[in-house]
T-cell receptor, first 115, second 110 residues
Framework: GAGVSQSPSNKVTEKGKDVELRCDPISGHTALYWYRQSLGQGLEFLIYFQGNSAPDKSGLPSDRFSAERTGGSVSTLTIQRTQQEDSAVYLC?????????????FGPGTRLTVL | QKEVEQNSGPLSVPEGAIASLNCTYSDRVSQSFFWYRQYSGKSPELIMSIYSNGDKEDGRFTAQLNKASQYVSLLIRDSQPSDSATYLCAVIRNNNDMRFGAGTRLTVKP
Protein backbone atom coordinates (compact mmCIF):
# COMPACT_ATOMS: atom_id res chain seq x y z
CA GLY A 1 0.00 0.00 0.00
CA ALA A 2 0.93 3.68 -0.15
CA GLY A 3 3.36 5.03 2.39
CA VAL A 4 3.38 8.35 4.16
CA SER A 5 3.28 11.21 1.71
CA GLN A 6 4.15 14.85 2.24
CA SER A 7 3.67 17.94 0.17
CA PRO A 8 5.22 20.01 -1.10
CA SER A 9 8.56 18.24 -1.38
CA ASN A 10 10.33 21.58 -1.53
CA LYS A 11 9.20 25.01 -0.49
CA VAL A 12 11.08 28.25 -0.87
CA THR A 13 9.51 31.27 0.76
CA GLU A 14 10.39 34.76 1.79
CA LYS A 15 10.91 35.76 5.37
CA GLY A 16 7.65 36.84 6.96
CA LYS A 17 5.39 34.71 4.78
CA ASP A 18 3.19 31.93 6.10
CA VAL A 19 3.64 28.34 4.91
CA GLU A 20 1.53 25.24 5.20
CA LEU A 21 2.97 21.74 5.06
CA ARG A 22 0.83 18.69 4.52
CA CYS A 23 1.15 15.09 5.64
CA ASP A 24 -0.94 12.12 4.50
CA PRO A 25 -0.33 9.19 6.87
CA ILE A 26 -0.65 5.53 6.03
CA SER A 27 -4.30 4.55 5.98
CA GLY A 28 -5.40 3.23 9.36
CA HIS A 29 -2.51 4.77 11.29
CA THR A 30 -3.97 6.73 14.18
CA ALA A 31 -0.73 8.23 15.49
CA LEU A 32 0.98 10.99 13.51
CA TYR A 33 4.18 12.84 14.29
CA TRP A 34 5.94 15.96 13.06
CA TYR A 35 9.69 16.40 13.34
CA ARG A 36 12.14 19.00 12.15
CA GLN A 37 15.67 18.21 11.04
CA SER A 38 18.20 20.91 10.33
CA LEU A 39 21.21 20.16 8.15
CA GLY A 40 23.44 17.60 9.84
CA GLN A 41 21.33 17.56 12.98
CA GLY A 42 19.13 14.98 14.67
CA LEU A 43 15.35 14.81 14.69
CA GLU A 44 13.66 17.55 16.68
CA PHE A 45 10.24 16.47 17.93
CA LEU A 46 7.52 19.04 17.25
CA ILE A 47 4.12 17.50 17.96
CA TYR A 48 2.24 14.24 17.82
CA PHE A 49 -1.40 13.40 17.29
CA GLN A 50 -3.43 10.52 18.60
CA GLY A 51 -6.43 10.64 16.33
CA ASN A 52 -7.33 14.30 16.04
CA SER A 53 -6.02 15.35 19.41
CA ALA A 54 -2.47 16.41 20.23
CA PRO A 55 -1.45 15.08 23.67
CA ASP A 56 1.96 16.66 23.41
CA LYS A 57 2.64 20.02 21.77
CA SER A 58 5.72 20.69 23.84
CA GLY A 59 8.07 20.53 20.89
CA LEU A 60 6.59 23.40 18.94
CA PRO A 61 9.38 26.04 18.91
CA SER A 62 7.15 29.10 19.17
CA ASP A 63 3.59 30.30 18.83
CA ARG A 64 4.26 30.84 15.12
CA PHE A 65 3.99 27.07 14.74
CA SER A 66 0.66 25.27 14.82
CA ALA A 67 -0.64 21.95 13.59
CA GLU A 68 -3.99 20.34 13.14
CA ARG A 69 -5.37 17.02 12.09
CA THR A 70 -8.85 16.43 10.87
CA GLY A 71 -10.76 13.23 10.30
CA GLY A 72 -7.97 11.28 11.94
CA SER A 73 -6.02 11.40 8.71
CA VAL A 74 -4.36 14.36 6.98
CA SER A 75 -2.36 16.79 9.08
CA THR A 76 -1.11 20.27 8.29
CA LEU A 77 1.74 22.08 9.97
CA THR A 78 1.51 25.85 9.63
CA ILE A 79 4.37 28.23 10.21
CA GLN A 80 3.39 31.88 10.38
CA ARG A 81 5.72 34.79 9.70
CA THR A 82 8.56 32.46 8.71
CA GLN A 83 12.08 33.23 9.82
CA GLN A 84 15.37 32.08 8.31
CA GLU A 85 15.98 29.78 11.27
CA ASP A 86 12.84 27.87 10.28
CA SER A 87 14.74 26.50 7.27
CA ALA A 88 14.96 22.74 7.70
CA VAL A 89 13.50 19.47 6.50
CA TYR A 90 10.12 18.82 8.09
CA LEU A 91 9.42 15.11 8.47
CA CYS A 92 6.12 13.46 9.17
CA UNK A 93 5.70 9.90 10.45
CA UNK A 94 2.75 7.72 11.31
CA UNK A 95 2.24 4.56 13.32
CA UNK A 96 -0.47 2.15 14.39
CA UNK A 97 -1.72 2.97 17.87
CA UNK A 98 -2.23 0.44 20.62
CA UNK A 99 0.40 -2.09 19.66
CA UNK A 100 3.68 -2.74 21.40
CA UNK A 101 5.66 -2.22 18.21
CA UNK A 102 4.48 1.21 17.15
CA UNK A 103 7.03 1.39 14.39
CA UNK A 104 6.98 4.82 12.83
CA UNK A 105 6.98 5.08 9.06
CA PHE A 106 8.44 8.29 7.73
CA GLY A 107 7.45 10.36 4.77
CA PRO A 108 10.02 11.84 2.37
CA GLY A 109 9.94 15.21 4.10
CA THR A 110 9.39 18.79 3.01
CA ARG A 111 12.51 20.86 2.56
CA LEU A 112 11.70 24.41 3.63
CA THR A 113 14.00 27.27 2.70
CA VAL A 114 13.28 30.72 4.06
CA LEU A 115 15.13 33.46 2.21
CA GLN B 1 19.17 15.81 30.78
CA LYS B 2 18.04 14.85 27.29
CA GLU B 3 15.43 12.14 27.09
CA VAL B 4 17.49 10.05 24.70
CA GLU B 5 21.24 10.52 24.45
CA GLN B 6 23.68 9.27 21.87
CA ASN B 7 27.29 10.00 21.10
CA SER B 8 27.14 12.13 17.97
CA GLY B 9 30.34 10.64 16.60
CA PRO B 10 31.57 10.44 13.99
CA LEU B 11 32.37 6.80 14.62
CA SER B 12 34.78 5.36 12.10
CA VAL B 13 35.47 1.65 11.72
CA PRO B 14 37.31 -0.35 9.04
CA GLU B 15 35.38 -2.63 6.73
CA GLY B 16 34.74 -6.00 8.35
CA ALA B 17 35.00 -4.70 11.92
CA ILE B 18 32.24 -4.53 14.54
CA ALA B 19 30.58 -1.14 14.97
CA SER B 20 29.11 -0.47 18.41
CA LEU B 21 26.51 2.24 18.83
CA ASN B 22 25.22 3.26 22.25
CA CYS B 23 22.16 5.02 23.60
CA THR B 24 20.88 5.92 27.05
CA TYR B 25 17.42 7.10 28.01
CA SER B 26 16.09 8.95 31.00
CA ASP B 27 12.51 7.73 31.48
CA ARG B 28 12.36 4.43 33.38
CA VAL B 29 8.85 3.67 32.18
CA SER B 30 10.02 3.47 28.56
CA GLN B 31 8.70 0.30 26.98
CA SER B 32 9.91 -0.03 23.41
CA PHE B 33 13.21 0.74 21.79
CA PHE B 34 14.19 1.16 18.17
CA TRP B 35 17.18 1.76 15.97
CA TYR B 36 16.68 3.70 12.77
CA ARG B 37 19.19 4.24 9.98
CA GLN B 38 19.25 7.47 8.02
CA TYR B 39 21.28 7.90 4.88
CA SER B 40 22.27 11.42 3.95
CA GLY B 41 19.33 13.25 2.40
CA LYS B 42 16.92 10.41 3.10
CA SER B 43 14.25 9.72 5.70
CA PRO B 44 14.92 7.41 8.65
CA GLU B 45 14.12 3.73 8.21
CA LEU B 46 13.65 1.14 10.95
CA ILE B 47 16.33 -1.53 11.22
CA MET B 48 15.77 -3.06 14.69
CA SER B 49 13.26 -3.03 17.51
CA ILE B 50 13.69 -4.51 21.00
CA TYR B 51 11.29 -4.69 23.93
CA SER B 52 12.83 -7.12 26.46
CA ASN B 53 16.11 -7.18 28.31
CA GLY B 54 18.86 -9.05 26.55
CA ASP B 55 20.01 -9.42 22.98
CA LYS B 56 18.08 -9.57 19.75
CA GLU B 57 19.85 -10.61 16.58
CA ASP B 58 18.83 -9.96 12.98
CA GLY B 59 21.44 -10.81 10.40
CA ARG B 60 24.53 -8.69 11.01
CA PHE B 61 22.68 -6.52 13.53
CA THR B 62 22.32 -7.18 17.26
CA ALA B 63 20.36 -4.93 19.57
CA GLN B 64 21.04 -5.10 23.29
CA LEU B 65 18.74 -3.75 26.00
CA ASN B 66 19.42 -3.26 29.70
CA LYS B 67 16.43 -1.59 31.34
CA ALA B 68 18.07 -1.46 34.77
CA SER B 69 20.87 0.64 33.33
CA GLN B 70 18.54 2.42 30.89
CA TYR B 71 20.84 1.53 28.07
CA VAL B 72 20.33 0.19 24.59
CA SER B 73 23.00 -0.56 22.00
CA LEU B 74 23.34 -1.69 18.42
CA LEU B 75 26.17 -3.87 17.17
CA ILE B 76 26.88 -4.19 13.47
CA ARG B 77 29.09 -7.16 12.62
CA ASP B 78 31.18 -7.37 9.45
CA SER B 79 30.61 -3.67 8.80
CA GLN B 80 30.29 -2.69 5.16
CA PRO B 81 30.79 0.71 3.51
CA SER B 82 27.05 0.63 2.75
CA ASP B 83 26.43 0.74 6.51
CA SER B 84 27.80 4.29 6.57
CA ALA B 85 24.89 6.40 7.77
CA THR B 86 23.51 8.11 10.84
CA TYR B 87 21.95 5.74 13.37
CA LEU B 88 19.10 7.07 15.45
CA CYS B 89 18.02 5.56 18.74
CA ALA B 90 14.30 5.95 19.54
CA VAL B 91 12.36 5.24 22.72
CA ILE B 92 8.63 5.01 23.35
CA ARG B 93 7.82 6.45 26.76
CA ASN B 94 4.11 5.61 26.90
CA ASN B 95 1.36 5.11 24.39
CA ASN B 96 2.81 6.38 21.14
CA ASP B 97 5.10 9.06 22.54
CA MET B 98 8.34 8.25 20.71
CA ARG B 99 11.48 10.33 21.21
CA PHE B 100 14.65 10.20 19.15
CA GLY B 101 18.26 10.72 20.04
CA ALA B 102 20.38 13.09 17.98
CA GLY B 103 21.98 10.17 16.13
CA THR B 104 25.48 8.76 15.73
CA ARG B 105 27.20 9.17 12.39
CA LEU B 106 28.97 5.97 11.36
CA THR B 107 31.60 5.77 8.63
CA VAL B 108 32.85 2.37 7.46
CA LYS B 109 36.12 2.73 5.59
CA PRO B 110 36.96 0.28 2.80
Amino acid sequence: GAGVSQSPSNKVTEKGKDVELRCDPISGHTALYWYRQSLGQGLEFLIYFQGNSAPDKSGLPSDRFSAERTGGSVSTLTIQRTQQEDSAVYLCASSVAGTLGNEQFFGPGTRLTVL
Amino acid sequence: QKEVEQNSGPLSVPEGAIASLNCTYSDRVSQSFFWYRQYSGKSPELIMSIYSNGDKEDGRFTAQLNKASQYVSLLIRDSQPSDSATYLCAVIRNNNDMRFGAGTRLTVKP
